[in-house]
């Protein structure tokens, strides 16, 4: 006869057993363990930064003060703030304008990439250049483009003879824009370039061939064919390259650090000024924190812009 | 509706001539299909029709007009292409009517069109959906709806069923030829598989290597082949060959293959005597042999019963026979049958040329 104990180490095993059926079948049981991992790396270095900033954006955290709770005084406090805003204009035509041209250029190229020339490869390659250099090296080299003395573009230009002067492209807020929206474009362009080339790449053949036909014209089998087969992957892109340009911070701050007079401070480098720079953490992730909702409304453009279009469902012809 | 003249045309690409002078003409009205091996060039002479493909050298003529320089638009041809290539983010009907559409043709005009070659093709259900909505035989008949739209002087057709399964391929066969019935419109249709050129053709040309090899009726084609590739490329099962050599001293006239096996002649071929012929008989014209009649023994290899008709492969003089019944024999692998050529219905070709005799 089975004692008590003997009885529930049966049970027990009996149990453990189970569950191991339990996970050797159920594939939603398994898969949550092999989720587990992933969701750990998430939780630790997405969610808890994320997290920790927002925490940090409600209380007046100083470097080494521990702060406490001030609700939203940070962000009234940066609302009568004009650099803030300075900083928001910034960031705004920063992005605006240098992802319009960027996407102009970049699907241009791309274009001209994926017809025949000699040297397709190559010339493929070198376009990825401006991608593999690391930013502050590209950031460096543009400043001395730049250079108030040693400008080549300067230099060029006199020896030209259009202009008398140097240019004194870092030193003068506007100029410093429009110089720094152009290094961010020459880095960009490869992104989008090449993510379109695939894309048009995709397009088959025979529908330029049937387009041909059906008596279209360059410009419109453009119109009709390229450009609505390219929609979705220019969402995806262009959200990206809107996320990577809202939040950009090496270039400007290798290149002007946000002058001449906050000129070029993004939010990015206004925040990094105030919280590391300055030791106000708590300001600065205030400012971090006014970025989200403009994150959050670019994917959720993305969002809708990357939902499969109803002439991208049902079967597939392939 | 217009005729289409192909005179002498070549082309390269690069230092590589693909094809080499060809000329084929296709009267208006008429059906003709290119038919050949893939690589042969059918498809490339069909682009070049449509003007996809530059002429590097000779004619094409629509409608009396040369278009050698023309742009395709301008040629008023309309193509179905063997993946449909339909727009994939246009309805059914947009993809019908994008052609007008760039025409700038009236919106009444074009759903007028649209209407009347979706009601022919039985797509009025179907206007609203995309491409991917649909079934392989819908979205052929699509390509084709967008064709007949346009109403064009000629339809080409490349390889528009090969997409198909086999039973679909069967009855969209027989819509594009009751659509041409109808319609009129001089086509050209290429294909790789003869029996869809067979039985959709008025004319066939048989392309090999660039080249055409023979043009003519279905019919005309199967009873006389102008050479071994014809002989062999038309009809299905294939014909058979034995190479050999003819003899018609001391008994009738015969055919000398491997191993001593003698096939039988008919006398007309005595004048070949001591000549080094291939020999050719399809399938349905080898009997069983009566008493008494000449005929070659062969081995049963295998026993393909399909229903309709059986078809037996045999050993004959180191190669194979094939030949077909629609009695149905009580045959067994391993046994011994004695075939009987009909001597009317052999083919004999030139050894070295391949050319009929």
Known sequence: ????????????????????TQLKYDHNWLGFWFMLPAAAFLLLFLTYPLGLGIWLSVTDTRIGREGGFIGLENFEWLNEDPVFWLSVFNTFLYTTVASVIKFGLGLYLAILLNSHMPWKAIIRAVVLLPFIVPTVLSAIAFWWIYDTQFSIISWTLIEMGWIDENINFLGEPNNARASVIAANIWRGIPFVAITLLAGLQT???????????????????????????????????????????????????????????????????????????????????????????????AILFSWFGLQRRKWQQGESDD | MAEVRIRGVRKSFGNVEVIHGVDVDISDGEFVVLVGPSGCGKSTLLRMIAGLERITDGEVMIGGRVVNQMPPKERDVAMVFQNYALYPHMKVYDNMAFSMKLRGAEKSEVDQRVQKAADILGLTPFLERYPRQLSGGQRQRVAMGRAIVRDPQVFLFDEPLSNLDAKLRVQMRTEIKELHQRLKTTSVYVTHDQIEAMTMADRIVVMHDGIVEQAGEPLDLYDNPTNTFV???????????????????????????????????????????????????????????????????????????????????????????????????????????????????????????????
């Not at chain 1, 006869?1 to 191991?20: I, K, N």
């Not at chain 1, 064919?225 to 390259?241: K, N």
């Not at chain 1, 090496?250 to 990015?268: E, F, K, S």
């Open chain 2, 231 to 357: 002989a062999g490329f038309i009809g299905s099962p294939a014909m058979n060959f034995v190479r050999g050599t003819v003899r018609a001293n001391g008994g009738p006239a015969r055919l000398e293959a491997k191993d001593g096996v003698a096939l039988p002649l008919g006398d007309g071929w005595s004048g070949q005597d001591g000549r080094s012929v291939v020999y050719g008989i399809r399938p349905e014209h080898l009997v069983l042999a009566e008493a008494g009649q000449r005929s070659v023994e062969s081995e049963i290899a295998v026993v393909e019963p399909t229903g309709a008709e059986t078809l037996l492969v045999s050993r004959v003089a180191g190669g194979e026979f094939q030949a077909v019944f629609r009695e149905r024999h009580a045959f067994r692998p391993g046994t011994r049958v004695q075939l009987a050529p009909l001597l009317d219905k052999v083919h004999l070709f030139d050894a070295e040329t391949g050319q009929r005799l």
């Open chain 1, 1 to 20: 006869m089975a004692t008590d104990a003997e009885r529930v180490r049966a049970q027990r095993t009996e149990s453990f057993s189970d569950r191991w």
């Open chain 1, 203 to 297: 397009i088959p053949q025979s529908l330029y061939e049937a387009a041909t036909i059906d008596g279209a014209s360059r410009w419109q089998m453009f119109r009709h064919v390229t450009y609505p087969m390219l929609t979705p992957i220019i969402a995806v892109v262009m959200t990206f390259s809107v996320l990577f340009t809202f939040t950009d911070f090496q270039l400007i701050y290798a290149m002007t650090r946000g002058g001449p007079a906050n000129a070029t401070h993004l939010m990015a480098t206004l925040s990094y000024q105030r919280a590391i720079m300055g030791g106000n953490l708590g300001e600065g992730a205030a400012i971090s924190t006014a970025m989200i909702p403009f994150l959050l409304a």
